[in-house]
DNA sequence: TGCTAAGCTGACGTTTACGTAAGAAACCGC
DNA sequence: GCGGTTTCTTACGTAAACGTCAGCTTAGCA
C-alpha cells in the first residue's frame, strides 16, 4: 500500500493532491482565513478562478507552499503585501505557467517558460543576499563594539586583583 | 588649524561636539523631524530632559548615531519600535551610563556598567545570527530551486540542436 | 529691532494588514 | 433531510507609524 492510496489521509499530511479548505490551510501555514482571504482580496493569491461566488474556497498543497513563502519573504525581508506582489508577480500565475509547462510539447516554449522561472528566483536571491550583507555589517560593527567593551573589561580586571 | 577649530562646520560634517536641530538631524538620519518627535513621544529617544517646553530640540552627534541605529534595527530585523524600546531600554540611558561611567572611580561600579553594556550588544548579536542563520537557510532553498531550473534547462538544450 | 526660516504643540488624517461581528449559505456525517 | 460546524460576504473597527495642517513661538542675522 503505497501512502497516496491510504483513502483518508492524516491532517496536517503533506501529501500533494488532498482538497483542503481555508481552515486547515490557515493552521497549517501559521495564519488565519482572514489572512488568507485577505491575501486573495489583494491579488497575491489567485484563488479568483473557477469558484461560483458563494461557494467555499479550495486549495492544494501548492498553496499552502506558496502561502509559506509570502510569509516567509514578509518577514524575513520586510516586504511590504504589495512589493511581494510585485516580486511574485511571474510567479502569481505559477501553477498556471507549470500547468502550461507540463501541456506544451513545444520546447522554445519550454524553454521561455524555464528562463523566466530561472529570472524569478534570481530576484529573489538577489533581495536575500543584499539582506544578509546588511545584517554582515550589522554584525560586525556590533562584534567591534563587543570587543572594545571586552578590552576594558579586561584591562578593569588586570588593574585590581 | 585643526578641524575642530573651525569655527563654521561644514553641514554634514560629522565631527562630534556641534549641536544641531531636528531638521539637521533628520537629513542626517534619512528621516523625518516627525519621525524623530514621534520617537521622542513614545520614549525610543530621550530628548525629554533639560529643555523648556517650547524650546528648540537639540541634538549632538550621539544622537544621530542613536537614530541611526534605531532606523536600521528597525528595518534590518523588522522589530516594531516597541520592541526595539525594550531591546534598548538598557541603551536608552546609554549617555548617562557613560556619562556614569566617566565619573566614577569606583572599579566596581565601572565592571557592573561594562558587564551590562556586554549583555545588551550580546542580545542584539543573537537577534542578527538569527536572522541570518534564517535567510540563509532560505538561500539555500532559493538556490536549490534555482539549479532544478537549471536542470531542465540543460535537458532541454541537449535535446534539441 | 525686525524679518524670515525653522521649530513647537496639539489634533486630526492616512495607510497597511489584518481583527471582529452579523447574518446567510454551504458542507458533512448520520 | 437535518443539525452542527465551517465558510461565505459585507462592513465596520483597530493598532502602528507616521503625514499633514493650523496657529503660534523661537532662533539667527542684517
Chains 1, 2 share one sequence.
Not at 501541456?103 to 516554449?109: F, G, H, L, S
Not at 524555464?114 to 554584525?139: C, M, N, W
Request: net charge negative; proline share 4%.
Amino acid at each position: 500500500m503505497s501512502a497516496t492510496a491510504n483513502p483518508t489521509p492524516l491532517p496536517g499530511d503533506e501529501s500533494d493532491s488532498r482538497i483542503m479548505r481555508i481552515g486547515e490551510v490557515a493552521e497549517l501555514t501559521g495564519t488565519t482565513p482572514r489572512t488568507i482571504r485577505y491575501y486573495e482580496e489583494i491579488g497575491l493569491l489567485a484563488g479568483g478562478t473557477e469558484r461560483e461566488l458563494g461557494r467555499h474556497r479550495c486549495y492544494t498543497h501548492a498553496d499552502v507552499e506558496r502561502i509559506r513563502e509570502i510569509v516567509r519573504l514578509k518577514d524575513l525581508l520586510g516586504l511590504s503585501l504589495e512589493q511581494l506582489s510585485q516580486l511574485l508577480e511571474a510567479e502569481s500565475a505559477r501553477a498556471g505557467i507549470r500547468r502550461e509547462f507540463l501541456e506544451t510539447d513545444d520546447p522554445d516554449r519550454r524553454h521561455a517558460l524555464l528562463l523566466q522561472s530561472r529570472g524569478h528566483i534570481d530576484t529573489q536571491l538577489r533581495l536575500v543576499r543584499a539582506r544578509v550583507a546588511e545584517l554582515t555589517k550589522l554584525e560586525a560593527d556590533l562584534g567591534e563594539r563587543a570587543e572594545r567593551v571586552q578590552e576594558k573589561l579586561v584591562e578593569l580586571e588586570t588593574e585590581r586583583p
